[in-house]
């Protein structure tokens, strides 16, 4: 599935809707006129699986041993990464407030670990995630995700690997221009 492009990866975004033009309260607390609803595109299995296998054959000369990801966003694309490199999928979830680990998922000590996600905008929950196994004792060999709209910015101290580059702006909600036109903001959630 190297055939999988980042051109026809976002027109499959635009084409179910995915792409989603606004204003919009991202996880990371930052404004955005664009979100990008990868639910929609994972929906469907074939979709996942291109991607992951597509992720996969970027992430090969790693030498991953697992694949863990932040629930819930990257629990999907995590699991088809994993079926991609013959390798399990495990995730970390919320817990008062800090990912951890749960339901006896575990990390060898020295394993190791790619960081999966479908979207990089800050690279926060990405950080969040590869210090969960570092506290673990794994080795982080890397991180993916399917978008990458940090525009470089991600700041992560591993390899990075996305599938699909692209430029959305974001703003600090006090420097938000959306914001300042009163046009109300939307969280996406359940209801988009
Ligand atoms: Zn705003």
Redesign the pocket.
């Known amino acids: 599935m190297g055939s999988v492009t980042a051109d026809a990866i976002l027109d499959r975004f635009r084409r179910v809707g995915a792409f989603l033009e606004g ?1 919009f ?1 991202l996880t990371s607390g930052l ?1 955005s006129p664009g979100y990008m609803q990868s639910a929609l595109v994972l929906q469907h299995p074939a979709e996942a699986q291109a991607c992951g296998e597509a992720i996969a054959d970027g992430v090969r000369g790693l030498g991953v041993q697992v694949v863990l990801s932040p629930a819930l966003g990257g629990i999907v694309i995590g699991h088809e990464v994993g079926r991609a490199l013959g390798h399990r999928a495990i995730f970390a979830e919320r817990q008062d407030g800090r990912l951890a680990l749960r339901r006896g998922f575990q990390l060898v000590e020295g394993e190791h670990v790619l960081v999966v996600e479908d979207v990089v905008t800050t690279g926060g929950s990405t950080r969040e995630t590869i210090d969960v196994a570092r506290a673990a004792g794994a080795t982080v060999v890397g991180a993916a995700s399917i978008i990458d709209r940090s525009g470089g910015q991600q700041g992560l101290d591993v390899p990075y690997f996305a599938l699909v580059p692209i430029s959305l702006p974001t ?1 600090q ?1 006090e420097a ?4 300042a036109q009163g ?1 109300p ?1 939307i969280k996406p959630g359940s209801r988009t």
């Open positions: 204003h309260r404004h703003y909600p938000c221009p959306l914001c046009i903001v």
